[in-house]
């Protein structure tokens, strides 16, 4: 790894003019174009814009998923960029957690189940009482047997909030989280979100249309055909800066 | 994160455990559990069968082994059987005048130590024509039993004073059967049957006189392999040792058709279940894609998930294995049960092996058909999470099949030791997938002209089965194979297995006549017209003694077959003929036109291959010490169960006529002609008779018992055809659930819904019928005439059940599919996780 680059202590996550382009039927796209952001720890975040603007493109980056045509990314002192699939995929384990916008929960386990998956997969001793005392946190101890077909959308969602914070991650990814939910739902499940961020000090990166849900972030990030247009504080405030003073 | 191996095989534990408890692995499972049923089960019976089938062979011995001598035989060789855990008798024969007061007959004595036979059972009935039993005893001393026919002879009943050379004895039983009946030419007279005691009384014994003495052998196979080697050691000229591989080649190739029955029905059921695998297989690794991502998406390394993958399938194989064994073993009880009065004795208890062959399938399966499309589950990239459409990589089918295709061929290959039986099958198998898939194609294509043809259901389905164009075919490719293999079973098999005993008709010859002089043919002929037995072929017979092989002095040869040293050092009896009998084929060379004259020679083929023959060789005899040479021109399949007079060697005209030769003949005499037979033997006193009924109905017990084990493993493929439909059905099942669902929120009516999947289905089954027809005819066709040797007929069955059976069946399992979807609320199924 690169030790010269990581004069970036506190930061959580900090990425260095990102491209990514991909070959479609009528050329080269760029879907991605020289973003550059940084997120302290403990600090939130919110990606909003139009449909199509690269959100989940970006967010898919940040997290190591896929790997980006040009730029560096770093997660904590590890340049993801730096690594191979599987090392990205060590990087994650110990600390990446997700919630997905379509719940991702795996049918065929039950709610306890697919909150222990994580800890299995980590190797974790003690992994289904750890995972109980999570699904206790979200209020759905009592339907922990229950399979995902059996749980509504909100519950669901619950669930994979449990689940993101089992592993007591560095950095959160939420991706449209409350995208499937109706407004009340909605809103109890991102209660729960930022409670759970407030009280483990999880960095968040939350992807969003919704503009009153973004407000709630430390700061919003608004992309556009590719690049990141402007930011703004959140909380309600409203102080705008450029992306190359957010990225110092 | 620790990736060890603990991690590895605790989650692969686990998540198996899971998707088991959900119903996700069941026709996976089952399919796999099937296949491995039905080849160990199939091992052990052919085994046990294969025992039962040598125990009836060596009745026909009355023992495992029989050493046979015109000289007193040694005691050393009974205290040598002895040490090797055998046990012994004695059978010491010899012609000999019966008197019973007034009356007199030429009888076969044969005077029989405690436990004759060794193998088998007597029958006796206490007086003429009263009830049979089987029995353990030999007549005690001073007693003798008398065959019916001797009985008739002398005029006599039970309780008759009997005297035999020096010996008085009374006629205590009557003896309907003893197991060595066969055919052998010491016992052309009637039987009587004493005790060894008695034997010095008779004064029988004395030099000059033509006395056989024979020691009979039995005990377990491995005793008898042991003993069998010392035996021939030590054996002296003029004696001959006989094991069950000499007897009659009447039983063996009943048994060879049985054995190919058997391996046929479990290579079928296993290429079944191993689509069935593939199927279930690639259902489970579309469904799991989403887990891998995720899984992926939470930090698990595709090592860690190719590792937990192979895992879970090397699991699943190794329980697969071993409970399919577990089950191919109690299979084989029930069926060995079946069997019973045909298995009769305690058959030594089946070993381990099965539990290894079931593995070794388990495993070969899963690695041919399971692993490419779980290997390619591992590669789904991980931004799947946020892209639903992102795949792993598409898999290389022409890969993937032929890792499966070379996985079950090494295994059947292995299994079998039979490199045609399994190309030839296998070549049949693969043509009949392409010929079925291309076919489908076709006809999924022409549907789309029938789509304005009527209301929406119709139309709907209709639509349904040409968009999803490929899913389609391989539909109807997978219900047309599982439809094909049913009707090959319930139609062809009971064509064949009929034919197959009709092979050995009712009017099957059951009298050998042979020693007919030249002059005495005619006068014959003309005779047993008088009596409307049906005319036979009167088939000459010389006899000769081989003396070199394209001019090499066979006493000086060395032959790689055993079997063709004893051929080569032994009496042959020649017969020439200008036309191929009917129950002869030709598979070598070419046979002579009806009006040649010369010196050639056909050759029975297993006789030529254990002689080392081969086309163009010379073969010379010494025939009445003058020499006869002959020029190898074809080799011969000859249905010996046909038990018509059969030659191992057959000389065109012009070569043998010279000779002094004797004809043979055989003839069917019912029941109630037995007195003509009678007759005939006193209007033609040098001719001998020999009573073939009782080989005659050991070949048919054979025949039947293995018809039933046929029949009960048949079954296993009827299973895997079931598996195989199950499996299709299931393959769609998701995306019918999920479009039914959504074409009821779109406020489709459920009848409506219901009637275009209805459609759907029926023409699927209505199409895999047809196919499933066409290919179990011709497969049945080409089975019959190319594998058993019998003719075919087609049925008109079979070409109304394929397309009923296949829209009842697919239809009705479909709709059941399709049924809790539609009349649950659209709602539960359209609520993913
Ligand atoms: N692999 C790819 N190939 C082609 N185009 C792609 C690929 N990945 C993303 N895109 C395109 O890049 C653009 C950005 O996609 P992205 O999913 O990041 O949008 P988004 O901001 O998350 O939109 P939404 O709010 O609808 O989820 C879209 O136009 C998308 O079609
Ligand atoms: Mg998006």
Redesign the interface.
């Known amino acids: 790894m690169d030790t010269s680059e990581t004069e970036n202590s506190g930061s959580a996550l900090k990425a260095r003019q990102l491209s990514k382009q991909v070959s479609s039927p009528e050329g080269v796209l760029t879907i991605l174009d020289n973003v550059s952001l940084e997120v302290r720890q403990g600090e939130s975040i919110a990606i909003v814009g139009a449909s199509g603007a690269g959100k ?1 493109t970006l ?2 980056l940040l ?1 190591g ?2 790997v980006p045509s040009r730029g560096k990314i770093w997660l904590g002192d590890d340049e993801i960029t730096a690594l191979d ?2 090392g990205r ?6 600390n ?1 957690g ?1 919630v ?1 916008q ?8 039950t709610a306890l ?1 697919n909150v222990m ?2 800890l ?4 974790v001793e003690h992994a289904a009482e750890a995972a109980r005392q999570a699904l206790r946190t979200v209020g759905l101890e009592p339907r922990r047997r229950h ?3 059996q749980l509504s959308g909100g519950e ?1 969602q619950r669930v994979a909030i449990a689940r993101a914070f089992v ?1 007591e991650p560095e950095v959160l990814f939420a ?1 449209e989280p409350t995208g499937n939910l109706d407004k009340r739902t909605g809103e109890t499940v991102i209660d729960l979100l930022f409670r759970m961020n407030r009280e483990t000090r999880t960095t968040l990166v939350l992807v969003t249309h919704d503009l009153d849900l973004a407000a709630r972030c430390d700061r919003v990030l608004y992309m556009d055909a590719g690049q990141i247009e402007r930011e703004t504080n959140g909380h309600n405030g409203g102080t705008e800066s450029s992306p190359q003073e957010a990225a110092q | ?4 191996a ?2 590895t095989v ?2 692969a534990v ?1 998540l198996l455990a ?2 088991w ?2 119903g ?1 692995l069941t026709v996976l499972v089952t399919a796999l559990l099937v296949a491995v049923t039905a080849l160990t089960g199939v091992a052990f019976l052919t085994d046990r069968v294969g025992q039962a089938v040598e125990m009836r062979a060596a009745e026909s011995l009355a023992a495992d082994l029989r050493l046979s001598s015109n000289q007193p035989i040694d005691p050393d060789y009974a205290g040598l059987a002895a040490r090797s855990g055998l046990e012994t008798a004695r059978v010491t024969s010899m012609p000999s005048v019966v008197f019973s007061g007034e009356a007199n007959t030429l009888a076969a004595v044969r005077a029989v130590t405690a436990g004759y036979p060794l193998r088998g059972y007597l029958k006796t009935s206490n007086r003429l024509l009263s009830d049979v039993t089987q029995t353990d005893e030999v007549p005690g001393p001073g007693e003798a039993w008398a065959s019916t026919r001797l009985m008739a002879r002398l005029g006599v009943d039970t309780g008759a004073a009997l005297e035999v050379g020096g010996a008085q004895l009374t006629l205590t039983r009557v003896l309907d059967f003893r197991p060595d009946e066969g055919w052998s030419f010491v016992d052309l007279a009637p039987t009587l049957l004493i005790n060894d005691a008695d034997l010095e009384s008779t004064q029988l014994i004395q030099p000059g006189s033509r006395v056989s003495h024979q020691l009979l052998f039995a005990g377990s196979r491995s005793a008898v392999d042991r003993l069998k080697p010392l035996l021939q050691e030590q054996l002296k000229d003029s004696e001959n040792l006989r094991d069950i591989g000499d007897t009659s080649p009447q039983i063996r190739s009943s048994m060879d058709r049985s054995g190919r029955f058997l391996n046929l029905a479990s290579l079928v059921s296993v290429l079944l279940a191993a689509v069935a695998v593939a199927m279930a297989a690639r259902r489970y690794s579309h469904r799991h894609r ?2 891998i991502a ?11 998930i190719f590792r937990s993958s192979l895992l879970q399938l090397l699991m699943l194989a190794l329980a697969g294995g071993v409970i399919g064994a577990f089950f191919g073993y109690l299979s084989q009880w029930g069926l060995a049960w079946l069997m019973r009065d045909f298995i009769g004795q305690a058959l030594p208890a089946p070993g381990l092996q099965p539990v290894v062959l079931g593995l070794v399938t388990a495993l070969s399966i899963m690695g041919g058909f399971a692993l490419p499309d779980l290997a390619q589950m591992g590669k789904t ?3 799947r ?4 459409d992102l795949d792993p990589p598409p898999l290389r089918y022409g890969i993937s099949w032929l890792a499966g295709v070379a996985a079950v061929l090494g295994l059947l290959l292995w299994i079998m030791r039979d490199t045609r039986l399994v190309l030839s099958i296998f070549a049949g198998a693969s043509a009949t997938f392409v010929a079925l898939g291309a076919a489908g194609w076709l006809l999924v294509k022409s549907l789309r002209g029938f789509r304005g043809a009527a209301g929406i259901a119709w139309r709907y389905g209709l639509a349904n089965l040409s968009r999803r164009g490929k899913e389609s075919v391989a539909q109807i490719v997978a219900f047309g194979l599982g439809l094909m293999v049913l009707l090959l079973l319930s139609t062809v098999r009971t064509q064949l297995m009929d034919t197959w005993r009709q092979s050995l008709p009712e009017n099957a010859p059951n009298q050998f006549l042979i020693n007919i002089q030249p002059h005495e043919v005619d006068a014959m002929a003309a005779f047993l017209a008088e009596r409307q037995i049906e005319a036979p072929a009167f088939v000459p017979l010389v006899r000769a003694r081989m003396t070199a092989i394209n001019g090499e002095d066979v006493t000086q040869m060395t032959f790689e077959d055993p079997q063709g040293e004893r051929w080569a050092r032994r009496d042959s009896n020649l017969s020439w003929t200008s036309t191929l009998q009917a129950d002869n084929r030709v598979v070598g060379g070419e046979f002579w036109q009806p009006e040649f004259i010369g010196s050639e020679v056909s050759v029975e083929q297993d006789f030529g291959q254990e002689l080392g023959l081969s086309l163009g060789d010379s073969v010379a005899f010494d025939i009445a010490g003058e020499n006869v040479t002959a020029t190898v021109t074809s080799f011969r399949t000859v249905e010996w169960d046909s038990f018509s007079p059969n030659f191992f060697m057959v000389f065109s005209p012009g070569v043998l006529e010279p000779f002094p030769a004797t004809y043979i003949t055989s003839l069917y005499v019912e029941e109630s002609g037995r007195d003509a037979v009678l007759d005939l033997m006193r209007n033609f006193p040098s001719v001998t008779a020999i009573d073939l009924d009782a080989v005659l109905s050991q070949v048919r017990d054979v025949m039947d018992k293995a018809a039933l084990a046929v029949q009960a493993v048949f079954i296993f493929t009827l299973l895997a055809g079931v598996t195989v439909l199950w499996a299709a059905v299931q393959a769609t099942r998701d995306e019918r659930r999920y479009e039914s669902a959504m074409l009821r929120t779109f406020g489709a009516s459920k009848k409506r819904v219901l009637g275009g999947a209805a459609t759907e289905f029926v023409a699927i089954g209505l199409l895999a019928g047809l196919l499933a027809s066409a290919g179990a005819t011709l497969a049945g066709y080409l089975l019959a005439t190319r594998l058993f040797e019998l003719d075919y007929t087609v049925s008109v069955t079979l070409w109304l059940a394929g397309p009923l059976a296949g829209m009842l069946f697919v239809g009705v399992s479909g709709m059941a599919a399709t049924w809790r979807v539609i009349t649950h609320a659209p709602v ?1 199924v359209l ?3």
């Open positions: 989940s967010l898919g997290a998923l896929d699939e599987d995929a060590a990087l994650r384990a110990n990446v997700f997905f379509s719940f991702h929960l795996i049918s065929s386990l189940e998956l994580p299995e997969l980590a190797g399979y995902p077909h669901k592993v991706d | 994160m620790k990736t060890d603990r991690t605790w989650l686990k899971r998707d408890r959900a996700e989403d887990r995720l899984m992926k998406c939470m930090g698990a390394s595709q090592r860690l990239p991980p931004l999470v946020l892209r639903q539960s609520r993913t996780a």
